[in-house]
Antibody, heavy 122, light 108 residues
């Protein structure tokens, strides 16, 4: 079955950096685009970023553009989120999520990880 | 940016009743690219509906989606105890993709 397991969350000071990882299994990882979606405590969902199946294209929400970088290693079935210049408003649970169609960019999410909490606080 | 407004904010119903959740878009949602998710406390969201009316894999047929253009509906025909949760709509027809603010379905 499809599994997505995030790691790397924690407490970081404003202006700091963090790298999140998402290990995937149960599907052909190299054939699917991957997303990160976040949820601030007690709030709704916000799409953050997407990377195509082959890493050829990446897209970012305006709220994080220039501060975060998505990447993937298809040999390790893992997608990453490098977060720099963190702000208090970046505090959220970060979910990795799978795009549903092979080789496609559909921008909805058929499987989600359990999430990893990032807290930006001094 | 397409703004999605969900109503009501909270819906109080009893098991066995029918639930009707609304999602209204500020602009036309191209090709009915609208999805619905269910989220329970402490859990990740789960995809219920995509393409406005197609059920995702493993979703019971008591869940149905309808609508087009700017008005969409998620209907749960007969509520089971496990259906009480928060529901989000999401449009993926135009960048940036956006979510509604959620409808909380609670036990009356």
């Amino acid at each position: 079955q499809v599994q997505l397991v995030e790691s790397g969350g924690g407490v970081v000071q404003p202006g700091g950096s963090l790298r999140l990882s998402c290990a995937a299994s149960g599907f052909t990882f190299s054939s699917y685009g991957m997303h990160w979606v976040r949820q601030a405590p007690g709030k709704g969902l916000e799409w953050v970023t997407f990377i195509r199946f082959d890493g050829s294209n990446k897209y970012y929400a305006d709220s994080v553009k220039g501060r975060v970088t998505i990447s993937r290693d298809n040999s390790k079935n893992t997608v990453y989120l490098q977060m720099n210049s963190l702000r208090t408003e970046d505090t959220a649970v970060y979910y990795c999520a799978k795009d549903p169609h092979e080789y496609g960019d559909y921008y909805y999410f058929d499987y989600w990880g359990q999430g990893t909490l990032v807290t930006v606080s001094s | 940016e397409i703004v999605l407004t969900q109503s009501p904010g909270t819906l109080s119903l009893s098991p066995g009743e029918r639930a009707t959740l609304s999602c209204r878009a500020s602009q036309n949602v191209a090709s009915s690219y609208l999805a619905w998710y269910q989220q329970k406390p402490g859990q990740a969201p789960r995809l219920l509906i995509y393409g406005a009316s197609s059920r995702a894999t493993g979703i019971p047929d008591r869940f149905s989606g309808s609508g087009s253009g700017t008005d969409f509906t998620l209907t749960i025909s007969r509520l089971e105890p496990e259906d009480f949760a928060v529901y989000y709509c999401q449009q993926y027809g135009r960048s940036p993709i956006t979510f509604g603010q959620g409808t909380r379905l609670e036990i009356k």
